[in-house]
């Protein structure tokens, strides 16, 4: 009976083992989880930031329509809103890249998720 026990706490033991390291390997998925998550939602508000920013920007030059009442002045706004126009698509293109790029880590991390469970 005893030789009988014996492998058993070996299993047991085994199985233990095999079950801290998957634990292991999950929580450090979920602490890489919570700091992609955190830096995304991070960016994504300094990018709503710098949209909000070029609207006020728009917003008070559109208010002076004065200085558009001259074919210089509206030459001047139109460049300005140009540039603008620019500076959106640059905050839109940099959003797309930190999407992407996240969208990497959190693949890597449903892999380890995965391997986790198994």
Do not use: W
């Not at 559109?62 to 640059?90: C, H, M, N, W, Y």
């Amino acid at each position: 009976m005893a030789e009988q026990a014996e492998p058993s706490i070996a299993a047991i033991q085994a199985k233990q083992a095999g079950l801290a390291s998957r634990h292991n390997a999950i929580t450090d998925a979920d602490r890489f989880l919570t700091e992609a998550i955190g830096s995304a939602h991070a960016e994504m508000r300094e990018s709503v930031r710098r949209l909000d920013a070029i609207a006020a920007e728009i917003e008070r030059a559109v208010s002076d329509q004065s200085a558009v009442d001259t074919p210089l002045g509206a030459r001047e706004f139109q460049r300005f809103l140009v540039a603008k126009e620019r500076e959106i698509a640059a905050v839109v293109a940099h959003a797309r890249e930190l999407a992407q790029a996240k969208s990497a880590v959190l693949q890597e991390l449903r892999d380890q998720y995965a391997a986790g469970a198994s």
